[in-house]
């Protein structure tokens, strides 16, 4: 995620986006505990307590530690995550849908404890290509699930990689580690490759500079990692779509025809499996 950028607008709304909704899920998390819990049974009718003389029952659930360490940080900083208040809740929608349930992040930043509490009780995984900053982040938030990773590719060579298009390795479905495609990241920590992923977001790396990595082979791998999954179907978020690098690639390797909406710079992305006995084309 582009953490080093200037604060986006709407602070307090940032704020208190955030905070309601991890209080709101908390909320629920304590109503359904509190249902769920079994009634007392009567052993016999002249056991029973009357109404009139019942003492009230109450039952105590911890908050968990993430949950309250995300609430206390967003309290308390004035850092505020670099999306706008519309394009997080674009991913909070589907979140509250499917959590918990297996999320990526592209890039790891000041705002990645929101996601991991939004995604309570799922894995949320983060891949950063700056150690020294992954190292910070960690040390603030150490019980995020981050992994450092390489590209080798820059931001000069997008116009070249775009017309990879037209090359049947990159468009063939199959095992990203597998893929004779230039554009697939192959080199990414095994936690990828072992997960069907039901949200992927596409937030890095850095791709404002020409000398940058570019989101390229981000963009094109999480697509790729979409339509390999054996069923189900997989929401895709590439930010900064106002750049030229994730306008044109996820149009061409995430397919307008499976864009969903698009809020500011957030497009939200729904790639159906491709697997096995699917006859779809690479887009619809």
């Known amino acids: ?27 629920l998390l304590l109503l359904r505990s509190n249902s769920s819990s079994p009634a007392p049974t009567s052993t016999s009718q002249s056991s029973q307590i009357s109404p009139s003389n019942a003492l009230p029952t109450t039952s105590c659930t911890k908050i968990p530690q993430s949950l309250a360490n995300t609430i206390i940080h967003y309290a308390t900083s004035n850092t505020t995550p670099q999306q706008t208040f519309k394009e997080i809740s674009v991913t909070a929608r589907v979140l509250e849908k499917k959590a918990p349930c297996n999320f990526l992040v592209f890039g790891l930043g000041r705002d990645s404890p929101m ?72 080199r990414l920590p095994s936690v990828f490759f072992e997960v069907e992923w039901d949200l992927i977001m596409v937030d890095a790396p850095t791709g404002w500079i020409p000398e940058a990595p570019g989101r390229m082979g981000a963009i094109y791998t999480a697509g790729m990692a979409a339509r390999a999954r054996i069923e189900g179907e997989t929401d895709v978020f590439v ?23 698009q809020e500011g710079r ?3 992305f729904t790639i159906p499996s491709h697997g096995t006995g699917s006859d779809r084309p690479f887009c619809p």
């Open 1 to 27: 995620m582009a953490t080093m950028k200037a604060k986006v607008p709407n602070y307090l709304n940032l704020k208190l986006l955030i905070l309601g909704t991890v209080l709101l899920f908390l909320i």
């Open 239 to 261: 930010h900064d779509v106002d750049r030229v690098v994730e306008d044109k690639f996820s149009k061409t390797f995430l397919c307008e025809g499976y864009l969903r909406e």
């Open 115 to 186: 996601w991991t509490a939004l995604n309570h009780g799922g894995r949320t995984v983060f891949l950063e290509e700056d150690m020294s900053w992954m190292e910070t982040i960690q040390e603030k938030f150490p019980t995020l699930e981050s992994y450092h990773v390489t590209y080798d590719t820059k931001v000069t060579q997008a116009d070249d990689l775009l017309e990879l298009r037209r090359e049947p390795a990159c468009t063939a479905v199959g095992e990203v580690k597998f893929s004779k495609c230039q554009l697939a990241l192959k």
């Open 266 to 268: 957030l497009r939200h």
